[in-house]
């Protein structure tokens, strides 16, 4: 049975009993609305969604094992929170193979008036972001061979992503942002830029040191003469 409670800080948690397995993520909102959410060491997995009351939900996932995520709100354990007056994410998740969702399910698309923060700390993470709507992007995925999706999102100013060392994918379709400024950093790391992407401002992409390949780069986003060794055809398939 689960337990609605309205907490001080506009939070409506819902509680039940699950055991600790997938990590501890806490979160909190700043009187700014900035929401917090910050993993452990352990592979923390969670769904951030809007819903049609502008709420911002938090979801625990299982993790690929199986292993489900206990999220914490000041003393309490739910297995989702529901937050009012958002306007901005700051998202660490530290060590451990993170997953992080944010995405249009059923109800709303994720807009914000502020920044989406997302450092997806070492480790070998999956961040999917699809239909969401910040001021600014700023992703950070560090050491491990991570993967990041983005797909449907619109950034009114800039978008930066840097996916650290190891093996790196990096999938974009549909992004409409001010800039993008990409550094895929060590590694034998892949880059998809869909032709449909829209990027009035400053580009700039760094396949980093090792191999970086890149697959349908449109050629009006003029990123051609950028470090990437070659196209390999194919590559946005995958
Ligand atoms: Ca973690
Ligand atoms: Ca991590
Ligand atoms: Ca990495």
Redesign the pocket.
Known sequence: MKLRLALAGAAVIFLSSTALAG?VVKLSVTNKGKLKVL??????SIVIEKLDNADIRVSAAPDRFGNDTQLKVGSQNPTLAEFAGVTAIDIK????D?RVDIVRDLEEIVTLDGALKIDM?SDDDVLVLEEVEPDSLAIKTSKGSDRVTIRAVQVLGKTSINTGGDDDLLFIELLNSGSLDVKMDKGDDSLCIDAGSFIPGKIKVDGGKGTAWWDRIDDDLGIEDSNFEAEENGLCTI
């Not at 998740?93 to 451990?96: C, D, I, L, Q």
Request: without cysteine.
């Open positions: 990590g993993g452990d060491k352990q592979a923390n998740m530290k060590n451990g993170d700390g």
